[in-house]
């Protein structure tokens, strides 16, 4: 493994742009519902505010929202590593590379079910796929994740293989060469 995993933190991060269009509203609103359940639960904020309403709601929950801003490589592995969910409710999306990330660190991962994103993550195998805009259907595939770190550990454990069994740069370059050579045969 990339890291031991704490299953148990309640941290979920986000990777990306910070707008409508990356369902951070949805995220923020269910994130909010299921600290009434979990108070100890933390949101950290990985990236540029675009939208200025948005940061002004994450702005009005400081004290579970972490705005982390735009950061290097070294900070976002630590977050990788410290957080147990990743969450990417994305309106639209094609091959996530923050997902893949996430996967790659054992994060128990949240995305909507849109675009590249379902040949990437696997429904209830490798995380949990939510419809696009569902502010319920996020705070019930992490409240989910929450309420079992056993599940949390083996959706983890599952994307990891995953991403090194499919996205392994050595492996898709000898079958790459594979193909040219047929085709050149």
């Keep these: 493994p990339v890291c031991e995993k704490d299953y148990s933190a309640q941290k979920i991060l986000f990777l990306g742009r910070l707008c409508k269009e990356?369902?951070?509203?949805?995220?923020?609103?269910?994130?909010?519902?299921?600290?009434?359940?979990?108070?100890?639960?933390q949101l950290y904020l990985g990236g540029s505010w675009v939208d200025k309403d948005l940061k002004e709601k994450a702005d009005s929950?400081?004290?579970?929202?972490?705005?982390?801003?735009w950061i290097?490589?070294?900070?976002?592995e630590?977050?990788?590593?410290?957080?147990?969910?990743?969450?990417?409710p994305s309106y639209f999306e094609g091959q996530s590379v923050a997902l893949l990330e996430g996967m790659v660190y054992g994060c128990a991962c949240v995305a909507s079910d849109v675009g590249?994103?379902?040949?990437?993550?696997?429904?209830?195998?490798?995380?949990?796929?939510?419809?696009?805009?569902?502010?319920?259907g996020i705070k019930d595939a992490i409240g989910k994740l929450l309420a079992d770190s056993v599940l949390q550990s083996t959706y983890g454990e599952a994307a990891r293989?995953?991403?090194?069994?499919?996205?392994?740069?050595?492996?898709?370059?000898?079958?790459?060469?594979?193909?040219y050579h047929n085709i050149y045969r």
């Excluded at 290097?72 to 976002?76: A, D, F, G, L």
């Excluded at 990437?120 to 490798?126: D, F, R, S, V």
């Design 78 to 88: 630590k977050y990788l590593k410290e957080c147990n969910i990743f969450a990417l």
């Design 116 to 136: 590249g994103i379902p040949q990437m993550l696997i429904h209830e195998k490798t995380g949990l796929l939510v419809p696009v805009k569902d502010t319920k």
């Design 61 to 69: 929950y400081s004290e579970w929202i972490h705005q982390l801003g």
């Design 22 to 41: 990356k369902g951070i509203g949805e995220l923020i609103d269910a994130v909010a519902e299921l600290r009434k359940s979990y108070p100890e639960l």
């Design 72 to 76: 290097n490589k070294e900070k976002k």
């Design 161 to 179: 293989q995953k991403i090194e069994k499919e996205f392994n740069l050595d492996t898709n370059v000898k079958e790459l060469v594979e193909i």
